[in-house]
């Protein structure tokens, strides 16, 4: 089966751009030059340059021995946590301002939830010069404070949005219609592998790095081709496409996302899309989402600010669909418990996102002599404080 | 095919005046009553907002009234139930405006068979796309006598429009400038230019201009460009304090002084 994107823009029955007309000739522009600028020589070169020499890419696959032995099984992390900026967040923005520019834009806005995605932005902006506009709910703005002031500091005008419950579908709808009323100077750096065609798609390639690393480290220090699972949070789920990418042919690899159950799947404090959710449209695609009998978007709710949101790429809806991946949740209560035996164990600090992928862990069977990769996808800097609220250091 | 819509274009050529308003706002029971109104004041045609949570071509002014109306408890079966005596009352072309999830959410062929029921002439859904709604959509539409209004933007291109034209049935709902609702418009050299450019392309469709349109000037200014025009959210506005709901739409009406 194919995983990938369609001509039209769908995975399956999920994607295409529902967007209002005063978004299609962005989206257009978009669409028809992506391929190609993406897949040029010029292109490429720039973005490899700057991946290896200021993201510092390859990020290490390492073999967390402690926590392997704990499992009884062989657990390799692949460290997306030590990229610049500290998430794998800047592997899309450094692609996606190569584009901008080669679009001729000169003014760039986009969204954030954690704030991991403003930062980089705010950073490939400051790298390049651009003028950078980054909408955050105003609660997010509250709780991700360090990274608020770095992307002041960056430069970046960070706006909060106002609108719902404040988080990152609000900062979303925000950042949608500035574009709506900025129509030909600006490019919005879409976060995740969410919204119209070709933002899904494009996305996942840039993040597809991940899987591309991970196999031939894994190769490099075990001889074996493939892992025999790969595990990743899920939020809008763009750093899962970037791990599963390579590995969606590849039926033998067990592919595992993880969402944000919040309090509980069975209370309304919680962001598990897939599995609570149901197909609908929302920010421009047909996907899978949390909403009311009446279709209305509900308001989901996680520990993690990047995590909650009540929809999900419509990669992730097909993969879900086919069962080519499994979507299994974790409980704020059990992501805490799993940041910190990481970092006890292998004196890492995760991200609160990237705790949810370790979380599952303790929800799947593995053998001594199988491979997992799990991936952290950002560093937990800009979580201390809820950190320290709750260990009480 | 008899639709209101097309029997208001085929007799009245100028200063069409439509009007949107948010169903369930100010208060959940004013719907009709907003409806009743707005035709005693001799408004051309009214497009009903059905509101959504997350509205993203829409400005603060129906943003908050969406939020307003949901919180009130409207929904689209709400609405139908409101709707249902309607067309004991009102002759005039009735549109509903809103966005595709929650017309999925009821379902496609049973919220059309239901406009059709109800006596609603046509739909207005920003984010259904031309070609979805080609594939997908039209044959619900017309076996339900339902009009889709397409919105054009000054980014439109000639080619674009050509098409939207041909899919097109009612009318097409120009969007004075690239934004979302209530933005702020005077007619510039670049608008004119639009507007102009439109107009000689000769398209078979009758066209009414909205977004920014607030008052009688704008109405006036607008209407020398196309059929008419649409006003939102300077009317939702007009809804918010505590006069009747029958003060606030005369007062807000009269002061399109240009109405005919």
Redesign the interface.
């Not at chain 2, 959504?52 to 071509?57: H, K, L, R, T």
């Not at chain 2, 920003?126 to 796309?129: A, M, S, V």
């Not at chain 2, 397409?150 to 933007?153: G, S």
């Given at each position: 089966m194919n995983y990938q994107v369609n001509q039209k823009g769908y995975y399956g029955e999920f994607g295409g751009a529902y967007i209002p007309e005063m978004m299609v000739p962005n989206i257009e522009e978009l669409r028809l030059n992506y391929l190609e600028i993406i897949n040029s020589y010029d292109f490429r070169q720039e973005f490899i340059g700057l991946l290896k020499n200021y993201v510092g890419r390859p990020s290490p696959l390492y073999y967390a021995k402690r926590l392997s032995e704990k499992y009884q099984t062989n657990i390799y992390l692949k460290r997306e946590d030590l990229n610049h900026t500290g998430s794998h967040k800047i592997n899309n923005t450094i692609g996606q301002i190569l584009v901008a520019k080669k679009l001729g834009k000169h003014r760039i806005i986009a969204e954030t939830g954690a704030g991991q995605h403003g930062l980089a932005t705010a950073t490939v902006c400051a790298l390049m010069g651009l003028k950078c506009i980054v909408y955050m709910g105003a609660v997010d703005v509250e709780r991700q404070a360090p990274n608020v002031k770095k992307m002041k500091m960056l430069g970046a005008e960070v706006i909060p949005a106002l609108s719902g419950n404040q988080t990152l579908k609000d900062a979303t709808n925000e950042a949608m219609r500035d574009w709506i009323n900025n129509p030909v100077d600006t490019h919005y750096i879409i976060g995740s592998v969410v919204g119209p065609h070709p933002y899904p798609d494009m996305v996942a390639r840039f993040q597809s790095v991940i899987s591309e690393e991970i196999r031939w480290q894994l190769e490099e220090q075990t001889g074996k081709e493939n892992p025999d699972r790969v595990i990743a949070c899920v939020g809008g789920g763009s750093n899962a496409a970037g791990a599963f990418y390579h590995f969606l042919d590849q039926e033998n690899v067990k592919l595992i996302g993880v969402e944000a159950a919040g309090l509980g799947v069975d209370t309304p404090e919680t962001a598990a899309t897939l599995t609570l959710g149901s197909p609908g449209v929302l920010h421009s695609s047909r996907s899978i989402l949390m909403q009311t009998d009446d279709g209305q978007i509900t308001e989901p709710y996680s520990i993690s600010a990047g995590l909650d949101y009540p929809g999900i790429g419509p990669m992730h809806a097909n993969l879900f669909k086919t069962k080519r991946a499994e979507y299994l949740w974790a409980t704020d209560a059990e992501v805490l418990d799993a940041a910190l035996e990481l970092t006890q164990l292998e004196g890492i600090i995760p991200a609160l996102e990237s705790a949810h992928a370790l979380a599952a862990l303790k929800k799947i069977q593995m053998k001594p002599e199988e491979a997992t990769v799990v991936n952290i996808s950002g560093r937990g800097d800009k979580d201390m404080e809820t950190y320290l609220k709750h260990f009480g250091y | 095919m008899n639709n209101r819509i097309n029997k208001l274009f085929q007799e009245k050529k100028e200063q069409v005046l439509s009007v949107y308003f948010t169903a369930g706002y100010p208060n959940l029971e004013d719907t009709v009553p907003v409806i009743q109104e707005l035709v005693k004041n001799g408004v051309d045609l009214i497009e009903i907002g059905m509101p959504?949570?997350?509205?993203?071509?829409d400005?603060p002014v129906i943003?908050h009234s969406s939020?307003v109306a949901?919180q009130n408890g409207m929904?689209?079966?709400k609405l139908f139930d409101q709707l249902k005596d309607i067309r004991k009352s009102v002759e005039i072309p009735l549109i509903l405006m809103g966005?595709?999830?929650?017309?999925?959410?009821?379902g496609l062929e049973a919220f059309c068979k239901k406009c059709n029921e109800i006596g609603i002439d046509g739909l207005i859904i920003?984010?259904?796309?031309l070609?979805?709604y080609e594939t997908e959509f039209k044959p619900v539409f017309e076996a339900n006598n339902l009009h889709n209004i397409?919105?054009?933007?000054p980014?439109?291109?000639d080619e674009?429009l050509r098409k939207i034209d041909e899919v097109s049935t009612g009318f097409i709902y120009m969007?004075s400038s690239?934004?979302?609702t209530g933005?702020k418009a005077s007619v510039s050299n670049f608008q004119k230019q639009y507007f102009e450019r439109v107009n000689s392309m000769a398209l078979k469709n009758p066209r009414l201009i909205g977004f920014g349109i607030s008052n009688a000037e704008t109405f006036r200014n607008a209407c020398q460009y196309a059929s008419g025009a649409i006003i939102g959210s300077a009317f939702v506005k007009a809804m918010e304090g505590h006069n009747t709901i029958e003060q606030k739409v005369s007062g807000f009406i009269n002061t399109i002084a240009t109405k005919s």
């Open positions: - | 959504f949570s997350d509205p993203v071509a400005g943003q939020l949901l929904s689209i079966r966005y595709i999830n929650p017309v999925l959410q009821y920003p984010d259904l796309p070609d979805v397409f919105l054009i933007t980014q439109t291109s674009r969007v690239n934004s979302t933005a």
